[in-house]
């Protein structure tokens, strides 16, 4: 049974009522509240047009940054209203509060065709526990309960999963619903060759998902840092890289698979490792590391044996950077599978981007818009494709329940 989604409501259960919705709004911000990235915001509006449009008052909850449960000045969602604003084009006012008596006041007294931003969740001790008594105040603030926040689904939170347990309707937003249509495409994938990229710094926050896709897919590309960890494995010296010692025997493991499907780089970019300099930089075979070198990016050969793969397959997910993409010099992997992926698009290939640092590498390439999907979810995507659920999910109203 899947999620009930807001396509499944009648919209006249939507007139007048209070609409609590979950959104993600944990967007980058300069210590001056300018949001650098509003793509998050900018992924929330069709589910909230929509609520406006058929004449229901939304009440939005979202968490920003780390605070640990105590109010943190920097961590405010108020710089977040007036941005929301301009991007909705519909009248945005921002509550100080979430669970208090104020903010249940403003949700009562709020006008049709307005849209209430509460303060910060995460300002608030129990949201991360799913505290009960919690919960039960946040329910309070509305009728009924959308989830719109994927990036933050596998989160058993109060305001992702407790709230859920109190409101009836409790549904999916437009925005889960496209993530979940997306991963479906994943997890059962109906053209191959079906090809896998992971890049990024940890194995072991991959482990179940190369588990998975080692038996799904038909070639699973290895870069970013993660890769030195394999190359280590493979028995070569990684001189100063970054390697997951805790994880070689993992790595070692996977590699040991008959017919193991993964490809790691042949050649890499190195230079030193406290201050990369990519002036300073050389590449060498992943078997000639100098001994006094690391290693930040995938090298030209493995680019092309990447792109060339990329190129040839019919689904294609990609998940985490194959370098140091922030740094300018070591992202010329990162960027050339952003441009493989745009390419297999346009040859009618349904192409994937994991949320978090690829997400950001794609758009930073200019080409977030030639590929079929980009997650807004980093964490959240790799735990659905591995295990199929996730705990904000299960708290939803479910077709045919």
Do not use: C
Request: aromatic letters at 6%; zero cysteines; proline letters at 6%.
């Amino acid at each position: 049974m899947r999620p009930k989604t807001l396509r499944d409501l009648d919209p006249a259960e939507l007139q007048d009522k209070r609409v609590l919705v979950r959104v993600d709004y944990n967007v980058p911000m300069d210590e001056d509240g300018t949001i650098r990235d509003a793509n998050r915001i900018e992924a929330s509006l069709p589910t909230l047009r929509y609520l406006l449009e058929h004449g229901a008052r939304p009440v939005l909850v979202s968490h920003l940054g780390r605070p640990k449960g105590e109010v943190v000045p920097r961590y405010s969602l108020a710089p977040v209203a007036p941005a929301l604003e301009r991007l909705l084009e519909a009248p945005v006012q921002f509550v100080p509060a979430t669970d208090t008596d104020e903010a249940y006041e403003a949700t009562r007294k709020m006008e049709q065709g307005t849209v209430l931003l509460l303060e910060n969740t995460r300002f608030l001790p129990g949201e991360t526990a799913n505290d009960p008594e919690l919960s039960g105040r946040l329910a309070r603030l509305g009728d009924m309960f959308v989830n719109d926040a994927f990036g933050s689904t596998h989160r058993e939170h109060s305001s992702v999963v407790g709230v859920a347990d109190l409101l009836s309707p409790a549904v999916a937003g437009f925005l889960v619903e496209s993530e979940l249509e997306a991963f479906a495409a994943l997890r059962n994938p109906r053209e191959r060759p079906f090809v896998v990229a992971f890049g990024g710094a940890k194995i072991s926050d991959k482990i179940p998902l190369i588990e998975a896709f080692l038996e799904r897919a038909d070639a699973v590309l290895i870069g970013g840092a993660m890769a030195n960890t394999f190359i280590r494995a493979a028995g070569f010296e990684t001189g100063t890289s970054l390697v997951e010692e805790d994880a070689l025997d993992v790595a070692a493991g996977f590699l040991a698979r008959p017919e193991h499907r993964l490809s790691l780089p042949a050649d890499v970019v190195v230079a030193e490792a406290g201050k990369p300099d990519a002036t300073l930089s050389s590449i060498v075979p992943v078997d000639a590391i100098p001994a006094d070198r690391a290693a930040f990016d995938i090298g030209p050969r493995t680019r092309e044996t990447f792109a060339h793969a990329i190129g040839e397959s019919r689904t294609f997910f990609w998940n985490g950077p194959m370098g140091l993409f922030e740094v300018p010099g070591f992202d010329s992997g990162t960027v050339r599978m952003a441009r493989a992926a745009a390419e297999a698009t346009a040859e009618g290939a349904f192409t994937v981007v994991g949320g978090g640092d690829s997400a950001s590498a794609i758009r930073q390439a200019g080409l977030a818009g030639a590929v079929s999907h980009v997650s807004t979810g980093g964490g959240a995507a790799l735990e659905y494709l591995a295990q199929g659920s996730l705990p904000g999910l299960d708290a939803l109203d479910r077709i045919g329940k």
